[in-house]
């Protein structure tokens, strides 16, 4: 199972980008999928979850509101548009697979790409 995380960089406070995660080597539209985060100095921590169909998102209160994962069965590939962002939103981004979205220890998980936000 790859999970390939992409579309990172270097934004200015209030500014916008979207994360990509392709997966290989799983069904894919078996499986829910999540983002998670890990900041300098911080513990990795939950930001975004899609069930397997992309009927049920779940998000982390801190980003509510200004993030949105969605999914796109055909192209086994899962998204995280990131608008509204902010100096605390940078962080490595990973994204996760799981059978359920309600998972506390999700299967597998991608190599991260970074986001760094300036203010």
């Known amino acids: 199972v790859q999970l390939q995380a992409s579309g990172g960089g270097l934004v200015q406070a209030g500014g916008s980008l979207r994360l990509s995660c392709a997966a290989s080597?799983?069904?894919?539209?078996?499986?829910?999928m999540s983002w998670f985060r890990q900041g300098p100095g911080k513990e990795r921590e939950f930001v975004a979850a899609?069930?397997?169909?992309?009927?049920?998102?779940h998000y982390a209160d801190s980003v509510k509101g200004r993030f949105t994962i969605s999914r796109d069965n055909a192209k086994n590939t899962v998204y995280l548009q990131m608008n509204n962002l902010k100096p605390e939103d940078t962080a490595v981004y990973y994204c996760?697979?799981?059978?359920?979205?309600?998972?506390?220890?999700?299967?597998?998980w991608g190599q991260g790409t970074q986001v760094t936000v300036s203010s």
């Open positions: 080597g799983l069904s894919f539209s078996s499986y829910a």
């Open positions: 899609i069930s397997r169909s992309g009927g049920t998102t």
């Open positions: 996760a697979a799981d059978r359920i979205i309600t998972s506390s220890q999700w299967d597998y």
